[in-house]
């Protein structure tokens, strides 16, 4: 099992940056594949970006390819999501998920085991 808790959202002019933070718990985490994930209001949930289990390979949605970046630190049980270059449309709520099957750079949501409850992200204009 995984535990997972986000940190780090907040509010943030257009063009500017934020970090988020992902702890992880339990045994799994150094063999799991992570993904972010965000929800805006009245949106469904979408893919943001994942990281594979060793860090070495990363994939990203096309709306935020070129200005975020996910990495990993599994000797500390974090995960990371840089963003720069922030814009209105970035705004939602930011979801941590493990996939602990074994899928290469997995997409979906329904490929996700275990969840963070979420954090907030607002840039303004």
């Known amino acids: 099992q995984v535990q997972l808790v986000e940190s780090g959202g907040g509010l943030v002019q257009a063009g500017g940056s934020l970090r988020l933070s992902c702890a992880a718990s339990?045994?799994?985490?150094?063999?799991?594949?992570m993904g972010w994930f965000r929800q805006a209001p009245g949106k469904e949930r979408e893919f943001v970006a994942t990281?594979?289990?060793?860090?070495?390979?990363?994939y990203y949605a096309d709306s935020v390819k070129g200005r975020f970046t996910i990495s990993r630190d599994n000797a500390k049980n974090m995960v990371y999501l840089q963003m720069n270059s922030l814009k209105p449309e970035d705004t939602a709520v930011y979801y941590c998920a493990a996939e602990t099957s074994g899928s290469f750079l997995p997409r979906r949501r329904n490929e996700y085991d275990y969840w963070g409850q979420g954090t907030q992200v607002t840039v303004s204009s």
């Open positions: 339990g045994r799994t985490f150094r063999s799991a594949a």
């Open positions: 990281v594979s289990w060793s860090g070495d390979n990363t």
